[in-house]
C-alpha cells in the first residue's frame, strides 16, 4: 500500500462503538409500542430486529419507514406524530450510548501525524442530516478533510461504488492512492474495491477468515483493532 495518501473511513461500528447503542434504542421503542398496544415486549422486539435486518440489505434507513412497518406487522397502525416520537425516543436512546472506540482519537491523530489525509464515506441514517449531526456531536468531525454520507450526498448508498468514487473525485486522487477502513466485508468492500481502493475490515471479534472470502468481497487486509492500522500502513509515529 506504498502508493496510499488517503485514509477513508466507514463510521458506524469502525471509528464509533454503536453495538450498545442500538440495542438499547432497538429495546427503548420496542418498550414504547408494548405499553403503547399491550403488545409482549419481546415479540415487539424480534419484529423490530427483523425489520432492521430487512430494511439494511435494502439500504433503507429511515427510522420511520421501520416502524411503521414493525408495526404494521404487528397489526398496529400508528399515526404519524406517534412514529415520529418513536424517532425521536430511537436516537436519543442512541445518542446517549454511543462511543468512540478507546482507539480510535489515538489513530486518527497519529496517521495525520503521518501525513495522511483522513476522511469518512458512510451510509446515510435515512434523514439527511442526521448522520453528520452525530460525527460532528462525537467530536471527532475536525480530523477529516472530506464526509461524504452516501444517500444524502449521493444517490445511491454503500456497497455502491457512487460514494467512493465521489470520494476519490473530491480529493483529486486515483483508488490506487486510497485505503477503505470498514468492519462490514458486504458493505464496506465491494464498493471501496470497485473504485480501485485498497480495503481493510477491522473485524474485532476475530470471526473473520479471509481465505474464506474471494473476489469482489475479499479485503486486502483484515485487522483485529485500528490499532493495527498505522502499522500495515507502515506509520510509525
Ligand atoms: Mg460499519
Known amino acids: ?9 466507514d463510521y458506524d461500528d469502525t471509528l464509533v462503538d454503536v453495538g450498545k447503542a442500538r440495542d438499547f434504542a432497538r429495546r427503548v421503542v420496542a418498550g414504547r409500542i408494548s405499553s403503547l398496544m399491550g403488545v409482549d415486549e419481546s415479540v415487539v422486539l424480534n419484529v423490530i430486529r427483523d425489520v432492521e435486518g430487512r430494511m439494511e440489505s435494502l439500504g433503507l434507513f429511515d427510522r420511520r419507514v421501520w416502524f411503521e412497518r414493525a408495526t404494521a406487522e404487528l397489526g398496529i397502525k400508528l399515526g404519524i406524530d406517534l412514529i415520529n416520537e418513536l424517532v425521536r425516543v430511537y436516537w436519543d436512546s442512541w445518542s446517549s450510548r454511543s462511543r468512540l472506540f478507546p482507539e480510535t482519537l489515538s489513530v486518527l491523530r497519529q496517521l495525520r501525524a503521518c501525513g495522511y489525509r483522513l476522511g469518512i464515506v458512510t451510509n446515510t441514517d435515512g434523514e439527511p442530516g442526521l448522520k453528520r449531526g452525530r460525527i460532528r456531536r462525537d467530536g471527532v468531525h475536525d480530523f477529516f478533510d472530506i464526509i461524504i454520507v ?36 458486504s458493505t464496506d468492500v465491494p464498493g471501496a474495491k470497485a473504485a480501485g481502493m485498497y480495503t481493510v475490515i477491522a473485524d474485532r471479534s476475530g470471526s473473520l477468515d479471509i481465505d474464506e472470502l474471494s473476489g469482489g468481497s475479499r479485503p486486502d487486509f483484515i485487522i483485529n483493532s485500528l490499532s493495527d492500522l498505522p502499522r500495515i500502513l507502515g506509520c510509525n509515529r
Open 1 to 9: 500500500m506504498r502508493s496510499v495518501r488517503i485514509v477513508l473511513f
Open 150 to 185: 452516501a444517500g444524502d450526498d449521493t444517490e445511491h448508498v454503500k456497497p455502491h461504488p457512487e460514494p467512493f468514487i465521489k470520494a476519490l473525485q473530491m480529493l483529486g486522487v486515483e483508488g490506487r492512492e486510497a485505503v477503505y477502513v470498514g468492519d462490514r466485508v
